[in-house]
């Protein structure tokens, strides 16, 4: 079991940025963003494995970078550019599999097994 704790959610205007952290409580594999507007489905955002591979939803490409501090295990996901379409909760996951680092897989929900609470992100005009 890993524990997966968010922060760094807040409310911003457009234009503006947030950096999210998550902080595991043990080694995993694989760790990506997700988020989820009111009505919407959920939807992977940036996900990165072990070695660094990343991939990114093309809503946030060039504007959100993830990265990762493996000594700390901490999953990082720097929001720049912020617009009002980037408001949702935002969860970070965890997998200790490998197969998650294919493209395909590191942003689907079925790749992962562990779940942070959440923390909201609500960017205004």
């Known amino acids: 079991r890993v524990d997966l704790v968010e922060s760094g959610g807040g409310s911003v205007q457009a234009g503006g940025s947030l950096r999210l952290s998550c902080t595991a409580s043990?080694?995993?594999?694989?760790m990506s963003w997700f988020r989820q507007a009111p009505g919407k489905e959920r939807e992977g955002v940036a996900g990165?494995?072990?070695?660094?591979?990343?991939n990114y939803a093309d809503s946030v490409r060039g504007r959100f970078t993830v990265s990762q501090d493996n000594a700390k295990l901490t999953l990082y996901l720097q929001m720049n550019s912020l617009k009002p379409e980037d408001t949702a909760m935002y969860y970070c996951?965890?997998?200790?599999?490998?197969?998650?680092?294919?493209?395909?897989?590191?942003?689907?929900?079925?790749?992962?097994?562990?779940w942070g609470q959440g923390t909201q992100v609500t960017v205004s005009l």
């Open positions: 043990g080694v995993t594999y694989c």
């Open positions: 990165i494995d072990y070695s660094g591979n990343t």
């Open positions: 996951a965890a997998a200790r599999g490998t197969t998650c680092s294919s493209p395909r897989w590191l942003l689907s929900e079925v790749s992962y097994s562990y």
